[in-house]
């Protein structure tokens, strides 16, 4: 038998989420304007689960786990403001639907953003566990009488997921402090489990060694509670991974737009399941009366119908909320250091992004470095982090498995827990599988937030045609990231601008993608030369969207002048073509997509009246394309030709044989052409 004060609480909350869902269900109208989920049939397991946690724990829930949200202390008009999507909704200020919590309270289990993309907050989750793992290998942890734990919310369906394996596999590996916890309803939304799981999530875990795995019977509270007791102290104290798979009964409809009686065939068996007669018989059997029970369900129904109409009077966003959270505030916005200091030799572009690195693990024991090969053995594929692991050790830069999700969203439980992960992908042309994560969680965590959870990461992605590289490892992916709001984006040029980037980007609270293009790292490319600097200072830094005039011209009267607007290798393309009318060519290098220095561009090309954008992408529908209709909208009544943009031909990949490689992208004497052609216009 469980304490009657365990048993009582957890009745008091389970009526009080049965109640918001029958009133949710009486007031369809009102409460139908914005789609939500109700936790009815799992409020037994997720009861059970909120009474374990602390508040140094990270909770990562689904969009059914009302009644965990009610556990942790959160008030029915709480979880209602965001029902309404309300001014004050505590998760998101009306930004995202029902039951999409996140959450910094003090006194409570925290919760970082929850997006609506089932089995996404796994790899998030588990890259939580991976930070307290790492702050209690390299000493850094916060001192508390119990260790915190995570716990990764999951429904059964989401677990066949490819991504679901990548966090299971890491967990595992490394054996991670967290607890899976997987609510097996036995539906999708209308497919069942017959015809879409070889196995159910207990089962499945059994492939993963060094996961234990439980299944318990999800809507009898006293076993869960007995059950998640069991293994919570576990974790605290042995430090690996658990998943509980609780098979519990749908009792309410997919969400209010897809509604249960549309296609389920097993709901009188479903009901024979629910977990509220289960609790109130077990308060009967430890000696509650039935006045007690009643007492407590009238409190709930009062308590939630108070909160409803209190809710619905609260406050909408006013237009201007819009345009708040999108990015924390940088403190990062001047540039300071030595640019240029005297050296005895210059430095190439891939050793002051290593240098950067280096000086920013000895100054912060919270920075790590992992990816693909980046570990001791190799220290990257382009010796972008040689000898970082044997100088900081293998728990602060470590090789990954070819997980591309992993790598990019495990940032998002990393940064929540206070550290800074630097990660790599190890060539642009393999980004997208990290794209999942790096659109859906990472860039989104700060806006839909509300600003409490921006995602503090530095992701390194080398790009570009180096030489023969072949469809698979040349790859330009510009236009594809611009397209992700909720993340700034550098391109450098040279080895300064890398490392003064990757520095700021550092003391940047948002996520940062640095692309550095393969073929300027060693400038091995004919005419990348300036692309090896005097290494700049330590304190060096770079602020995002600030381009630099890398060749200026006055303006001129008679002569024809021209604008280049370029990034990347272009900078080089142009910088050669343009040797022998350099009085006649301004070089703007953009240095980051985003922010885009759309002030230094428009005096530029008013002042030259004639532009020519220069990138290695395919052109059509490229990022370049639209920075040139930027540049029209805004400079038409100045220009003396129509703006020109110059990159690869608009093929599906770039080939392996030379011939053909240097037929599809762009080199000097077709920059140069161009630039004759925009000139005698």
């Known amino acids: 038998m469980l304490d009657k004060n365990i048993l009582k609480k957890a009745f008091s909350t389970m009526a009080t989420a049965k109640s918001m869902a029958e009133l949710y269900e009486d007031n369809f109208k009102i409460v139908s304007k914005?789609?939500?989920?109700?936790?009815?049939?799992?409020?037994?397991i997720q009861i059970a689960m909120a009474m374990h946690l602390l508040p140094q724990d990270y909770a990562f829930p689904y969009y059914r786990d009302d009644a965990m949200l009610l556990g942790i202390g959160m008030r029915p008009y709480d979880l209602m403001l965001q029902l309404m999507a309300k001014k004050d909704d505590p998760f998101s200020g009306g930004r995202t639907y029902y039951c999409h919590p996140s959450l910094k309270d003090a006194d409570k289990p925290k919760i970082p953003h929850q997006s609506s993309a089932t089995g996404m907050q796994a790899i998030p989750a588990t890259g939580a566990a991976m930070g307290f793992w790492y702050k209690e290998n390299t000493g850094i942890q916060e001192d508390n009488e119990q260790k915190p734990i995570v716990v990764c919310s999951l429904g059964d369906a989401s677990v066949t997921e490819g991504e679901i394996a990548e966090a299971f596999q890491m967990a595992a590996l490394k054996q991670l402090p967290i607890l899976y916890l997987v609510q097996d309803n036995g539906w999708d939304i209308s497919a069942n489990a017959a015809e879409t799981r070889a196995q159910n999530a207990f089962e499945y875990a059994k492939g993963f060694n060094g996961i234990e795995a439980i299944s318990i019977d999800g809507a009898n509270f006293t076993e869960s509670y007995s059950a998640l007791e069991k293994v919570v102290k576990t974790i605290r104290e042995e430090r690996r991974p658990f998943l509980v798979h609780a098979k519990v009964p749908l009792l309410n409809h997919h969400t209010s737009?897809?509604?249960?009686?549309?296609?389920?065939?097993?709901?009188?068996?479903?009901?024979?399941?629910?977990?509220?007669?289960?609790?109130?018989?077990?308060?009967?059997?430890?000696?509650?009366?039935d006045s007690e029970i009643d007492e407590i369900e009238k409190n709930a129904v009062a308590n939630v119908k108070a909160d409803f109409e209190k809710a619905q009077l609260a406050e909408d966003p006013k237009p201007e909320d819009l345009f708040t959270h999108d990015f924390a505030p940088t403190p990062i916005t001047e540039e300071v250091g030595e640019r240029n200091p005297t050296r005895e030799e210059k430095v190439v572009m891939v050793d002051c992004a290593l240098f950067a690195v280096e000086e920013l693990m000895k100054k912060h024991s919270e920075c790590l470095l992992y990816g693909q090969d980046v570990g001791g053995r190799l220290g990257g594929v382009f010796r972008e982090a040689a000898t970082l692991a044997q100088k900081f050790g293998d728990e602060r830069v470590f090789n990954t498995p070819i997980q591309e999700a992993f790598i990019v969203g495990s940032t998002v439980g990393m940064s929540a827990v206070g550290l800074k992960p630097i990660v790599e992908v190890q060539f642009a042309d393999y980004i997208w599988p990290g794209l999942n994560q790096l659109f859906t969680e990472v860039s989104r965590s700060c806006y839909l937030s509300n600003g409490k959870w921006p995602v503090s990461m530095i992701l390194r992605v080398p790009i570009g045609a180096y030489g023969s590289g072949g469809p698979y490892h040349s790859s330009s992916v510009e236009s594809v990231l611009t397209n992700i709001r909720g993340i700034k984006i550098a391109y450098p040029s040279n080895g300064a601008d890398l490392k003064g980037l990757m520095k700021a980007a550092y003391y940047d609270p948002n996520p940062v993608v640095i692309l550095e293009h393969k073929g300027l790292y060693w400038s091995k490319v004919k005419g990348t030369d300036a692309a090896r600097v005097n290494e700049p200072s330590e304190d060096y830094m770079l602020p995002f969207g600030k381009a630099n005039i890398v060749q200026e011209i006055?303006?001129?009267?008679?002569?024809?002048?021209?604008?280049?607007?370029?990034?990347?290798?272009?900078?080089?393309?142009?910088?050669?073509?343009?040797?022998?009318?350099?009085?006649?060519?301004?070089?703007?290098?953009?240095?980051?997509?985003?922010?885009?220095?759309?002030?230094?561009?428009?005096?530029?090309?008013?002042?030259?009246?004639?532009?020519?954008?220069?990138?290695?992408?395919?052109?059509?529908?490229?990022?370049?394309?639209?920075?040139?209709?930027?540049?029209?909208?805004?400079?038409?009544?100045?220009?003396?030709?129509?703006?020109?943009?110059?990159?690869?031909?608009?093929?599906?990949?770039?080939p392996l044989n030379s011939t053909l490689e240097f037929t599809m992208i762009p080199n000097v004497d077709k920059v140069r052409a161009k630039m004759e052609e925009l000139l005698n216009y």
């Open 554 to 654: 006055w303006e001129q009267e008679t002569a024809e002048t021209i604008t280049i607007i370029t990034y990347g290798m272009g900078v080089h393309w142009a910088l050669n073509a343009s040797s022998d009318i350099k009085n006649q060519v301004e070089i703007i290098d953009l240095r980051t997509l985003y922010p885009l220095d759309e002030t230094t561009i428009f005096k530029s090309v008013k002042k030259a009246k004639k532009c020519l954008v220069v990138t290695e992408e395919p052109t059509n529908n490229s990022f370049a394309r639209s920075v040139a209709g930027l540049i029209q909208e805004n400079c038409f009544k100045h220009l003396d030709a129509p703006i020109m943009v110059i990159g690869s031909e608009n093929m599906p990949a770039i």
């Open 257 to 289: 737009g897809v509604r249960m009686e549309w296609y389920r065939d097993d709901l009188e068996e479903a009901k024979s399941r629910d977990p509220y007669p289960v609790l109130i018989q077990q308060l009967k059997n430890n000696g509650f009366s």
């Open 34 to 44: 914005y789609v939500h989920a109700t936790s009815r049939g799992h409020e037994a």
